[in-house]
């Protein structure tokens, strides 16, 4: 899939109507007793006024034990799908509900159903990323995020032996990083995130070149990470430097970098995902400096999400996002035993 990267939608906020919509916002969630979540990949001014900022599993955690009868999502349509289906008493907004996700697009209810059908007398366990609608996680197995998909498999190993055949989608890079990982195949789905995928092998190469000694922070679901595994493999990148990581593993590993330079030198590394994530990584490391491997990989349905759409949302209780009963009783297992596993 070849979409476009393109950055915030809609007209650009002036800076000094920041702090006033802000203030607005937080007063509308307090009045309508809301929590504000919100992706590591939202635009700063909104994750700053969240009341949790966090990667699909955190939120999808956070949606689970939340107490408020509300729950407004910063962050795309699936994820407040999968909260509708983790709670189906609250009432889930979204600010804006055409904030899609092309990964979610890459695979169909009706396509997983004909994948199945051609496995159907091995009975395979089916896992699917977190990134699907809820009509494809009510034909699923086990639900995984970046952070856990190596755990969700080892899991399935165990719990229904080796030669288990798995079909794993819609991710092909997560996919094929789940198998190097555990020496084991599985069957990929061939979907891809635009903006993951459009993190190429060459913008590694080139950002290595201007930063040597760098870390490299970089998201499964990128373009370049069956390369750098090679390179790792090939003795061409230290190990011990690279790191593959869903966005929540990124700000621990950003701690512990913040946390090490008692030796007067900032730590430098490359990040491999969306641009969003810079926001929350410098906050977490502000001695650390957080270099984009491509500055163009930015998620135009994550910046749909704007503080005026989300003060408008909060006034007008708009747009809910609800899952029917039928689809939501048939998808909860598999997002649970995703959550569950941790
Ligand atoms: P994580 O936050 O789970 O790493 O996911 C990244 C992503 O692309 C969400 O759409
Ligand atoms: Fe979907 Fe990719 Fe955007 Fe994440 S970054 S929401 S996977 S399109």
Redesign the pocket.
Known sequence: MNLPMAGAAGAPLLLESIPELQREVRALADERGAVILA???QLPEVQDIADYVG???GLSQRAAAADAETIVFCG?HFMAETASILCPDKRILIPDPDAG?SLADSITAQQLRDWKARFAPARPIVVMYV?TSAEVKAETDYCC???NAVQVVERIRAEHGDDVEILFGPDMFLGRYVERTLGRPMHVWDGE?HV?AGIRPGDIAAVRGSHPGAEFLI?P?CGCSTSVMEYVAAGDVPAEGVHML???GMLARARALGDRGSDGARATAIVAT?TGMLHPLRRTAPDVDFIAANEAASCRFMKMITLTKLRDSLRDGEHEVKVPAEIADRARLAIERMVQIG
């Open positions: 992706h590591n990949y990667d699909s599993l795309v996700c990134n995020t970046s952070a995130c993951h998201h679901e869903s966005t929540g969306e």
